[in-house]
């Protein structure tokens, strides 16, 4: 059985240690940018978990989240087969510019942690200048998620929202679910007896 050629073995092993200091630099420097550009973002993040502020601004962009970064995870060794090899020509500035973008951009309640993970972006485009396709797509369905309720909301207006109302409550009557709705407002009982009520907002619609 031939041996492997020293001069390979030697290669793929300073491959992986360049990949693995990379890593580390990364990681370093977006616990840095969390600490000094980003810390309100952290600090604020209790406020933006409690029940008050998910029931007024919804829970489907921070489900489309935990997705994306499911969906990350899982293709974590097709990133790490792309980080190999010369970084892409330009790269490194488009991750500039994607970091100072995140930086100068005003951060609103709504897109603070997207704009912290463009800047995170920003510093792996800059730190491996490749492989970054994929979980740029991710951060793009993230954007989407947060812009589309906007959307809805400014160019359907009510009409999106009462017509899930009415859905809602069709189906409900089909099932025999104890439903009351007045206009957009859902109201029901929960599991453990509770009155509970929706309002049917374009932006969930």
């Not at 001069?7 to 840095?32: E, I, M, N, P, Y």
């Not at 029940?51 to 007024?56: D, G, N, S, T």
């Not at 309720?149 to 359907?156: E, G, I, K, Y």
Request: charged share 10%.
């Amino acid at each position: 059985m031939p041996m492997p050629d020293a001069a390979l073995v030697l290669r793929v092993s300073r491959s992986r240690t360049g990949l693995r200091t990379k890593l580390v630099s990364w990681v370093l420097a977006c616990l840095l940018a969390a600490v000094i550009i980003f810390g309100e973002v952290w600090l604020d993040l209790p406020r933006r978990l409690s029940p008050e502020v998910l029931q007024a601004s919804g829970v489907f962009h921070w489900g489309a989240l935990g997705l994306c970064v499911i969906w990350l995870l899982l293709k974590r060794d097709r990133i790490a087969a792309g980080l190999r090899g010369q970084a892409r020509p330009f790269s490194r500035l488009f991750g500039l510019f994607l970091l100072m973008l995140s930086i100068l951009t005003p951060r609103t309640d709504y897109a603070a942690v997207f704009l912290m993970l463009l800047g995170f972006l920003g510093l792996f485009i800059i730190v491996f200048g490749r492989g970054f396709a994929l979980p740029a797509a991710l951060l793009a369905v993230y954007g989407f998620s947060l812009a589309f309720p906007v959307l809805a909301t400014a160019w359907l207006g009510e009409s999106s929202a009462g017509f899930t109302a009415g859905i809602v409550r069709r189906l409900a009557g089909l099932m025999g679910l104890p439903l009351n709705a007045a206009g957009l407002t859902l109201r029901f009982t929960s599991l453990t007896g509770a009155p509970m009520s929706v309002v049917v907002t374009p932006g969930c619609a």
